[in-house]
Nanobody
Framework: VQLVESGGGLVQAGGSLKLSCVNAGRRNDMNSMGWYRQAPGKQRELVVIISSDGSRNYAEAVKGRFTISGHTALNTVSLQMDSLKPEDTAVYYC??????????????????WGQGTLVTVSS
């Protein structure tokens, strides 16, 4: 699995950006895919994930402004970010929870991260 992100950049407050993430490697079974972000001097935090059943889990800070689309079966997700705020400034990372289940280990998994893409929102 190799997650490749695109999008990001500089935008004024109130503007929009779209991030995309695709698996450039062999297609794998994903338990979930999603986005995390890390602002300068802060810990990495969840933005949103989409699970294999289609359910979505958004961070409170982005609910109503960000929308995730895509499907784990296709190993691709996108993040539409609207009404951006300066506090959304961060490096955004694509994340995949890859299933490596076996009969002996039915819940085995591994995490894969993209290289990150910078989103800067100016006030």
């Amino acid at each position: 699995v190799q997650l490749v992100e695109s999008g990001g950049g500089l935008v004024q407050a109130g503007g929009s950006l779209k991030l995309s993430c695709v698996n450039a490697g062999r297609r794998n079974d994903m338990n979930s895919m999603g986005w995390y972000r890390q602002a300068p001097g802060k810990q990495r935090e969840l933005v949103v994930i989409i699970s294999s059943d289609g359910s979505r889990n958004y961070a409170e800070a982005v609910k109503g402004r960000f929308t995730i689309s895509g499907h784990t079966a296709l190993n691709t997700v996108s993040l539409q970010m609207d009404s951006l705020k300066p506090e959304d400034t961060a490096v955004y990372y694509c994340h995949a929870d890859v299933s490596i289940a076996t009969i002996e280990r039915p819940r085995a998994n591994r995490e894969v991260w993209g290289q990150g893409t910078l989103v800067t929102v100016s006030s």
